[in-house]
């Protein structure tokens, strides 16, 4: 099949929210000035917009020029209704493949994010709760290259009964061909999604997916949970686990993940850059469907491991900034790219994002990031400990000796 034949080159399905994000100008006092009982706190006005990783991930790779199509589920209430038009309004036709279902409620997040301080988020998971397997078809994704899946931690159904919906709804589009990736998000401590057995559900899911793109926190939760739990214990709390991050930890997560059946993981860093390891099994390479590397590229993508530190940019907010940052590298990854420069983009979109305070538009187009980072856009210094490690200074990437 030619390109000019694929209705959508990207599906992204999963979670989908409506977001009111209101201007919070700095305190003094930092996180403490902020919901305190009793005490009127000023705040300037709010953005609305969509959330989730449906309308992050999939309006950033539209912004990039990939043709996508969104598949999430609202109800037929005022926040499902708003989050249909504000679709439509970000581009025609892209609201078609959402799912409305009669009765429901529709998820919302309130999003609180201060300058220079890591986001809250008080959320309503609603529809994404019902969404199942059945809710995909082989027909609905027949015609795509890439299906992208994002946040079953915050959809009931998914993680529900050790993960079998979500395995059943990868294994129909795996049946189709499509090169399969997916995205979590840290579930609750103290909700169903927090107790879930999160090494069963992946065990169960990997096998159908190509590339797992969760961040360091959300791995360590689901998988070192005592470590997790040690570290939050010694430090006050689980806002400061990134400095945790080294290489040696990372690998030996990326080697599980990679052992559970994933071709690629790239575990998403916040501030310190997005990191990479790639399978060494050549057949599992091949095996990805139709964004599998091409032959010419077979070796740039085989047993490798890569870190990408985020590019210096004014951060004005970090909404959605995992999701652009995913976004960026599947659209490398579908325009057959080598490795080093899909891992540099996806850090590239996911700048961009963190320059305006929603979760999409500071977006451009491919050609515009692709612009920015050939101007000598520098990175960001890094202070993870990557013992045996090299810089690629022309490359401006950090890859395992």
């Not at 499509?178 to 927090?194: H, Q, R, V, Y």
């Not at 400061?240 to 990372?250: I, K, Q, R, S, T």
């Not at 740039?300 to 959605?320: S, Y």
């Amino acid at each position: 099949m030619n390109l000019t034949q694929w209705q959508a080159e990207a599906i992204v399905a999963g979670h989908i929210c409506l977001d009111v994000i209101p201007e919070i100008a700095s305190k003094e006092a930092g996180m403490g000035a902020l919901l305190i009982p009793g005490k009127l706190v000023e705040i300037g006005p709010a953005v609305i917009s969509t959330g989730g990783a449906v309308s992050n991930t999939g309006l950033a790779l539209h912004r990039l020029g990939v043709p996508t199509k969104l598949m999430g589920k609202v109800g037929n209430d005022g926040f499902g209704r708003a989050i249909i038009e504000t679709l439509d309004r970000a581009g025609p036709g892209l609201s078609t493949g959402m799912i409305v279902a009669p009765g429901e409620h529709s998820s919302y997040t309130l999003v609180i994010s201060p300058p220079q301080v890591d986001r809250i988020f008080l959320h309503c998971t609603g529809a994404n709760d019902t969404f199942s397997a059945e809710d995909i078809n082989a027909a609905s994704v027949v015609g795509s290259r890439l299906f992208h899946f994002g946040y079953p931690p915050l959809m009931r159904n998914m993680f529900a009964d050790g993960g079998q919906q979500l395995a059943s709804l990868l294994s129909v589009v795996k049946s189709e061909r499509l090169t399969i990736s997916l995205d979590l998000a840290k579930p609750d401590p103290e909700s169903a999604a927090g107790r879930a057995d999160w090494r069963a559900i992946l065990t169960r899911a990997l096998p159908y997916v190509d590339i797992f793109l969760p961040s360091f926190e959300e791995i360590l939760y689901m998988l070192r949970r005592d470590l997790y739990d040690r570290i939050s214990r010694e430090h006050g709390g689980t806002d400061e686990l990134l400095p945790y991050a080294n290489g040696e930890l990372l690998s030996l997560l990326a080697d599980e993940l990679i052992a559970m059946g994933a071709a690629i993981v790239a575990l998403k860093l916040g501030e310190h850059g997005l990191y990479v390891k790639t399978t060494s099994d050549a057949n599992r390479l091949k095996s990805m469907g139709y964004c599998a590397p091409e032959a010419a590229q077979e070796a740039n993508w085989l047993g490798r491991e890569m870190l990408a530190p985020v590019f210096e940019v004014n951060v004005v907010g970090t909404t959605g900034a995992g999701d652009c940052t995913i976004a960026g590298f599947l659209a490398g990854l579908l325009k057959g790219l080598p490795l080093e420069t899909t891992l540099r983009s996806a850090v590239a979109v996911g700048a961009h994002n963190v320059e305006q305070a929603d979760a999409v538009s500071g977006v451009p187009t491919w050609d515009k990031v692709m612009q920015r980072m050939k101007t000598g856009w520098r990175s960001r210094k890094m202070n993870l400990s990557l013992e045996g490690w090299q810089y690629l200074s022309e490359q401006a990437i950090w890859m395992k000796s």
